[in-house]
């Protein structure tokens, strides 16, 4: 069974109710987690590119990948399933975070990729990991639950 359905979220996927980017975080990480990620990345076999200002380079270790000059734009696109690019973004060790376009997650299969990904990673690290509106890290709307062990809603969906 599905962790969640899609007449039951579609609002939370719309681009224009969300803004096409919405933000994905993992609050309260160590370098240790952001090691794990990029390990659970090549063990599950997805598809990643790493660059650095634009240019491909070879995914480093996560101490070295934080510990990069300031100004250099790091990214590490990794598609968990064909058409679904999820973009993490080595900001601050504290915190993983990383952009879905919901573009690609549209309908109940976009919604199982979605949770797909969130599930590995909270899995993985033991630790939440959050759905907010582009630019609003204040009001997860879903997210993967510890406790629960899945993707749960976090905030009831608007009526259109």
């Not at 090691?35 to 634009?54: F, I, K, M, N």
């Not at 590995?120 to 062990?149: I, N, Y």
Request: glycine fraction near 8%.
């Amino acid at each position: 069974m599905p962790d969640l359905l899609w007449d039951d979220v579609k609002n939370f996927f719309d681009p224009d109710l969300m803004g096409p980017l919405p933000d994905v975080t993992v609050p309260g990480t160590s370098l240790d987690d952001w090691q794990a990620v990029l390990d659970l990345v090549r063990s599950r076999g997805w598809s990643y590119a790493y660059t650095e200002d634009g240019v491909a380079v070879r995914l480093p270790r996560a101490a070295d990948m934080l510990a990069r000059s300031p100004g250099v734009d790091a990214a590490l696109q990794v598609w968990p399933t064909p058409g679904v690019l999820a973009i993490f973004r080595a900001y601050e060790v504290g915190t993983i975070d990383f952009d879905v376009d919901l573009r690609e997650l549209q309908g109940q299969t976009g919604v199982d990729a979605l949770c797909l990904l969130l599930r590995a990673v909270g899995r993985r690290l033991g630790k939440p990991v959050l759905l907010t509106p582009e630019s609003d890290p204040l009001h997860p709307v879903l997210g993967f639950d510890v406790t629960a062990g899945r993707v749960v809603l976090l905030a009831a969906p608007a009526i259109p």
